[in-house]
């Protein structure tokens, strides 16, 4: 008995050393300057305009253009823009921010207002930016009568 339980022992040894190893050599490898908390962060983007409000059209025109400035605020990092989605009744007129953004470039969409009926329309996220910035996707409210 005394010789299995030294046997088990040593089998048990074995494996914690193996498994020691293992996770060792499992984890990717760390930049010498890189610690285990840090992170790489995305750019960030800037709006000219949090919010587009077209006032008062007439049912079934469809208002001037009003243009959305987008900065990227990284001076080394190109942002890639996956989609700006306008929702109706507003549409997108223009877009010069896709398929990306430069490093410290600046782009513009174009909205305008098509109202089909009378009354007020308030769209909290009326233009949608999906992009690899950070907190994307980022939205524009739009408003008009």
Do not use: Y
Request: glycine fraction near 6%; aromatic fraction near 6%.
């Amino acid at each position: 008995m005394t010789r299995f339980k030294s046997w088990i022992r040593s089998v048990a040894g074995l494996g914690l050393s193996l498994l020691f190893l293992l996770s060792a050599f499992a984890r990717p490898a760390m930049a010498q300057s890189e610690s285990p908390d840090s992170k790489t962060k995305a750019p960030k983007l800037s709006f000219s305009a949090k919010k587009l409000d077209f006032g008062n059209e007439i049912a079934t025109l469809t208002s001037a253009p009003k243009s959305i400035t987008v900065t990227n605020d990284s001076s080394t990092d190109a942002v890639t823009v996956t989609s700006v989605v306008v929702s109706l009744p507003f549409m997108k007129t223009g877009d010069n921010c896709e398929p990306s953004i430069a490093a410290s470039g600046m782009c513009t969409v174009d909205v305008a207002f098509a109202p089909a009926h009378t009354g007020k329309v308030q769209d909290k996220k009326g233009v949608t930016f999906t992009d690899s910035a950070h907190k994307s996707p980022q939205h524009i409210a739009l408003q008009g009568n």
